[in-house]
């Protein structure tokens, strides 16, 4: 069997590389530069000489044109890769869409979230990042993130994603006999009864960021 020999970190290199894979342990997914430059109060000109260094000594990969694209692949000179072929699949955060855009464009991915391989249909799923309190009576809360399975119906009371002239909303789909309508989960917010709208997904997992 060979081995591949890397080279040695400096300290400040060490304690990024630990801090991108605890931020994706704790957070789900990893931290952008600038939130890696903050930690460190160091310019993000200077987190990247850095990110360059740990990939050139082999410590960390690095998706391009991707906000949170790394992964460690060795940290304190053992190889962590966390089995991530055999048990862990990546699936893409998307922001906000504006009207008109289709949301599962690829410039609208923000990051990635982990899930395990052994969760049937991964291929199929996504998430997003709520905006707004209109859920927060089901313990959806503003900022956190939905784990979501694509398909275009639901069943009566499921929490589903749906496109709302052209925005994706979290809402309960309540599928009664005459029509189907949205209802949110907030006594300040109305049901959405007298608009169309197509259902993309089935929230099937909350994640929570937790400030310290």
């Known amino acids: 069997m060979a081995y591949l020999i890397m080279d040695t970190l400096t300290l400040k290199q060490q304690k990024i590389l630990d801090f991108i894979e605890k931020h994706r342990i704790e957070q789900n997914y990893p931290p952008t530069l600038k939130e890696i430059g903050d930690k460190f109060k160091v310019t993000i000109g200077t987190v990247q000489d850095h990110i360059s260094a740990l990939q050139r000594k082999g410590y960390l990969e690095r998706r391009k044109d991707i906000a949170r694209g790394f992964r460690v692949i060795k940290t304190d000179n053992r190889i962590t890769d ?53 859920m927060t009576d089901s313990g959806i809360y503003d900022g956190d993130i939905v784990i979501v399975r694509k398909q275009d119906t639901a069943e009566d009371g499921e929490i589903v994603i749906a496109l709302l002239d052209d925005e994706a909303t979290v809402k309960t789909l309540r599928n009664k006999r005459i029509k189907a309508y949205l209802e949110a989960s907030n006594s300040k917010y109305k049901s959405i009864i007298n608009k169309p709208f197509s259902i993309i997904g089935k929230v099937i997992e909350l994640r929570r960021e937790y400030i310290h």
Do not use: C, W
Request: glycine content about 12%.
């Open 82 to 134: 966390y089995k991530r072929k055999a048990d862990i699949n990546l699936i893409p955060l998307y922001g906000n869409v504006a009207a008109g855009e289709p949301i599962f464009a690829g410039d609208n991915i923000q990051g990635y979230i982990t899930m395990e391989k052994n969760t049937a249909g991964h291929n199929i799923h996504f998430a997003l990042r709520v905006k707004g309190d209109s």
